[in-house]
């Protein structure tokens, strides 16, 4: 028998968008119902630059990649247009170390390359003091040894140091 879950039964947040309300483990993989999960980022948060980037600094060094992608994706969704590409490329980082120590490779290989490509034209200007070549060189050596791993790494030990 199969069982199915009717519409009112799914999660929902105040304006209807679905919302998988399942605690997660430190990678951002759902747990069963009722389980104790690494506490979510709340979405929808603006934070200064400098709070995003030390917010997901200190996620990344606690080896929690997938909440650290949430905190960029606040700030790609609400920093000025100019900086954009710059935030949704860093999301793109983390999610690329997600993968790897998921052990998705092929996803891994492609996000760290495609957040790299992102943040590249940023590397003169240096945002916020991002120190984006050093991060292009980081994302470029991870993507050609994840296909190598014979084991999925620990996401603490990927972590890039955004700023010195």
Known sequence: MCHTRSVADRDRDTEGRARNARPRDGLGR?????????????EGITRT??????????LLDEGKPFH????????WKSG????????????????????AARGNRTGAVALLRRGADN?????????????????CG??????????HHDTPP???AL??????
């Open 30 to 42: 759902p747990l069963p119902r009722g389980a104790t999960g690494v506490p979510r980022q709340p």
């Open 49 to 58: 630059p400098e709070e995003t980037l030390r917010e997901a600094q200190q």
């Open 68 to 75: 650290a992608h949430e905190v960029f994706e606040d700030a």
């Open 80 to 99: 000025p247009d100019t900086e954009r590409q710059l935030w949704r490329g860093l999301a793109q980082l983390a999610v690329g170390i997600t993968h």
């Open 119 to 135: 943040i590249a034209p940023f590397a003169d200007a240096r945002p916020h003091g991002i120190e984006v070549a050093a991060l």
């Open 138 to 147: 980081w994302a470029a050596a991870l993507a050609e040894s994840v296909p």
């Open 154 to 156: 620990d996401p603490a």
């Open 159 to 164: 972590a890039p140091r955004l700023r010195p």
